[in-house]
């Protein structure tokens, strides 16, 4: 018999609830607070704080924290609305930092 494979998921590092698909990442060059990260296109499970616009290293983004649904962890943040054209891209998309996610299912 068969074993059925979920999705490959990525999950909170701290209590690990489901927050993203790994088919979802649009790309894992992206820089966080404490090192690498990941923008997704989609994201699940999670809280979204007030927005704020923030310097970044592409230039000034209104953006809004993102933590765990469960527990609360600053996982990254999602950005709202972008400034230069060439950074539209980004808007309602997340950034979560590869130190506060895990792989599940893999």
């Not at 704080?49 to 933590?67: C, F, N």
């Not at 649904?69 to 990254?76: F, I, K, S, T, V």
């Amino acid at each position: 018999m068969a074993e059925f494979v979920g999705p490959r998921l990525y999950s909170c590092c701290k209590c690990g609830n489901h927050v993203s698909l790994h088919d979802d990442i649009i790309s894992k060059a992206f820089q966080g607070r404490h090192g690498r990260a990941f923008l997704f296109s989609h994201a699940m499970n999670i809280a979204v704080g007030p927005k704020e616009d923030r310097h970044l290293m592409t230039g000034l983004h209104t953006v809004a924290d993102i933590s765990c649904a469960d527990c609360r962890e600053l996982l990254g943040w999602k950005y709202e609305r972008a400034y230069e054209a060439s950074q539209k891209y980004k808007e309602g998309k997340y950034i979560f930092e590869k130190l506060k996610i895990v792989k599940e299912n893999w």
